[in-house]
């Protein structure tokens, strides 16, 4: 429940993630204004819905500047988040999710922003272990996205110790459902494939494994974490607590879409820079944010295919 904060900042909110919270956080007393440079996300997705947008980048400190002023609370969601593109174009990883937010930050306390959410993630900074995966993990990334975003937490933590920033990090497991059919996410990709009658490509054998959270369950715990009491400067998993291989979530989409209609899955060499395995720990989460996961993975990917089956079409005409 939000109750102490009036006006928020939400970067990255016309993106997957942010549309989806954006509706879970609208109310009549409530001024929500969104930062997106529309490199990833469509204002139609927040056709409706009561906010003020500006369209710039996290990089543009002017900009940054202009959309924290007057902030209660951000909830930082901007990122460049594709883990291959990051290996590709490591200095756009750097400039977007370092120096962003950075800049993010720096003004966040000039204007007196009460707290500060920075979306992470959890694999990616602590690379292959063996899971489950908890925050008390040394860090060791293997790829510049997870490189960049243990920068954030890092920064994260300074501005709480050395300005009292409330900052919180929350780590996002796989996030799927409505809204992401731009994402580069697994999830995300096959239902676009399927849609389009494409082969689906497993790289790998298929048992790797990841932690795949619906959207619904996420934006809950993130709203939790508005005013609840927190850990500042440290980080939260935020996941299913469930360990699924690729292999085993092809299976369930063959349920879910039907054999009918499903496309061939062929198999490629694995990637370089990607964990292997992956699921989380929920104790933190359940500790300071009450969180247990409601949605079960057929359940989630079943929503999030008739969302693709009712809207993706629009998508494909418009050529987003």
């Known amino acids: 429940m939000i109750t102490a904060a009036k006006t928020f900042l939400v970067t990255g909110g016309a993106g997957f993630i942010g549309s989806n919270l954006i509706r879970h956080l609208a109310a009549p007393d409530i001024h929500i204004r969104v930062l997106d440079n529309l490199s990833a996300g469509s204002r139609d997705d927040l056709a409706g819905l009561p ?3 500006i369209q710039g980048d996290i990089r543009d400190t002017k900009v940054v500047d202009q959309a924290v002023q007057g902030s209660e609370v951000v909830i ?3 990122a460049h988040t594709n883990v291959m593109e990051s290996i590709k174009a490591p200095e756009l990883n750097l400039a977007t999710n370092v120096q962003g937010t950075f800049n993010l930050l720096q003004a966040s306390v000039k204007h007196g922003v009460r707290r500060f959410m920075f979306a992470s ?11 489950p995966v908890h925050e008390e993990m040394a860090p060791h990334p293997i790829s510049p996205y997870g490189a960049g975003k243990l920068a954030g937490e ?6 709480w110790a050395s300005y009292g920033l409330e900052t919180i990090c929350l780590r996002f497991s796989n996030v799927y459902g409505p809204c992401s059919y731009h994402k580069a996410s697994v999830v995300a990709k096959f239902l676009r494939q399927v849609r ?4 689906l490509t497993i790289f790998g ?8 959270l619906y959207v619904e369950d996420l934006c809950r715990a993130v709203l939790q974490a508005l005013d609840a009491p927190l850990p500042f400067g440290q980080a939260i998993q935020l996941g299913s607590g469930s360990e699924i291989s690729i292999n085993h979530l092809v299976d369930v989409l063959r349920q879910v879409v039907g054999e009918r209609g499903f496309p061939p899955v062929k198999y490629a060499p694995a990637r370089q820079g990607e964990v292997w395995r992956n699921y ?11 969180f247990s996961p409601a949605t079960e993975l057929e359940t989630g990917l079943q929503k999030t295919w008739e969302w693709f089956q009712e809207k993706y079409l629009y998508k494909e005409v418009s050529g987003l």
């Open 154 to 159: 890092g920064y994260c933590a300074v501005f």
């Open 280 to 290: 989380v720990s929920l104790g933190r989460a359940q500790q300071y944010l009450g």
């Open 205 to 212: 054998n298929g048992v790797q494994t990841r932690d795949f």
């Open 121 to 131: 993630t959890g694999g990616a900074i602590v690379g292959d272990v063996i899971p």
């Open 196 to 199: 389009l009658r494409q082969p």
């Open 51 to 53: 906010v003020e947008f």
């Open 76 to 78: 930082h969601l901007a």
